[in-house]
């Protein structure tokens, strides 16, 4: 197929997308006029059921908890697939070091300081972010990829070893497993109480928006906090070490 | 404008597609895939969108103040993280299509499967 033959049929297909599009645009309701209910009535008990004023963390860990389970194993699950897709092959050698892999000059070190003054302060906000999914916008996700983040820095300050050091693949893929487990574990302990699974069956705590409220959302969160740092780093810490291979017979 | 955002939505979704047909390189092809994942986002918080409410968060506003949709926000979190997922996976397909043919053009590609 050539490509101006392709961009034809794209053409084709597009128009009638753009057809059904402006069809179905015809028939909801104009933007900023929410019917609801659903989001309506959310925001009306959350707060009341849940002791959490962050309702976003409210649905994702609580009234969908079993939804966010699944999200997450899809993180885990690519996680593996990109270990698994990116193994060693027979025919690949390691080099000895970054350096000698990759042509590009070294870190400069306008780099190198500014990647170490950010690194303490972004890990304080990323467990800042995970721990506080119930009262503020953050949550697990958010705080597991600044997590993610800092070790990206210290990558990038030229340390490819220290990279390594931090995170080594067999404690970070133990800390991904921990945190996956942890949010399966917490589900299944409401099971074992004799509730239904994932059940909030911590004690909600006194006031809404405290950091010590919110029963299984904080706990949770914290949990996915960590699977989520563990699988990015494990997925950098895997596209990084690509440039450290060899193929036999390339240079 | 009442159906702005909508437009926009369309109009990041068709970008997207344009970039993925004509790409002459799997990683601009793979931006391209999350340029369209992006309309989804766009999409996702509009329709949950209602004129004047707050973000959905109590911490410090009555419990009774209109607020937009929670529902869809938590939708667009995980379409974040799909989308995370689905490219990191993607991105490893393509450091072995590279090893493998020497070439990241999908058009190549293409050919050397013949």
């Not at chain 1, 996915?224 to 291979?245: D, M």
């Not at chain 2, 997207?16 to 994942?37: A, N």
């Not at chain 2, 937009?68 to 490893?92: F, G, K, R």
């Amino acid at each position: 197929m050539t490509p101006a033959l392709r961009r034809w049929i794209f053409l084709a297909g597009a128009a009638g997308l753009v057809a059904f599009y402006l069809w179905g645009l015809a028939g909801l309701p104009g933007f900023g006029n929410y019917p609801g209910p659903y989001g309506d009535i959310i925001n009306r008990i959350a707060v009341g059921q849940t002791n959490a004023t962050g309702v976003v963390s409210a649905v994702n860990f609580e009234y969908r908890a079993i939804d966010t389970v699944g999200e997450e194993f899809i993180l885990f699950v690519a996680a593996a697939g990109v270990s698994v897709v990116l193994r060693h092959l027979r025919s690949e050698r390691e080099r000895a070091t970054l350096d000698e892999a990759r042509e590009a000059p070294p870190a400069s070190d306008a780099v190198r300081y500014v990647a170490l003054i950010l690194t303490g302060p972004i890990v304080v906000f990323g467990w800042w972010l995970a721990s506080h999914a119930q009262t503020s916008p953050s949550g697990g996700f958010q705080g597991g990829v600044v997590l993610t983040t800092a070790v990206i820095l210290i990558y990038l300050a030229g340390q490819f070893l220290a990279f390594q050091r931090i995170s080594p693949t067999d404690l970070t893929e133990a800390v991904e497993a921990v945190g996956a487990g942890g949010f399966a574990a917490v589900g299944v302990s409401a099971v074992v109480l004799g509730l239904a699974y994932l059940t909030n069956f911590l004690p909600l705590g006194s006031t809404p928006g405290g950091v010590f409220s919110s029963g299984t959302i904080a706990l949770i969160s914290f949990f996915v906090g960590i699977e989520v740092a563990a699988a990015f780093v494990l997925i950098v810490g895997e596209l990084v070490e690509q440039t450290l291979l060899v193929r036999e017979g390339s240079r | 404008m009442q159906v702005f955002p909508f437009v926009v939505v369309a109009w990041i979704l068709a970008v997207g597609l344009y970039g993925i047909v004509t790409s002459r390189h799997l990683v601009h092809q793979i931006v391209c895939l999350i340029i369209v994942q992006s309309s989804t986002y766009v999409l996702l918080l509009g329709v949950g969108y209602r004129t004047g409410a707050v973000a959905p968060y109590f911490f410090d506003v009555p419990e009774r103040t209109p607020a937009v949709d929670p529902v869809v926000q938590a939708l667009a979190l995980t379409d974040v993280v799909v989308e995370a997922a689905v490219t990191a996976l993607l991105l490893a397909f393509a450091v072995q299509a590279h090893k493998r043919f020497g070439t990241l053009d999908p058009q190549e590609l293409v050919q050397l499967k013949g």
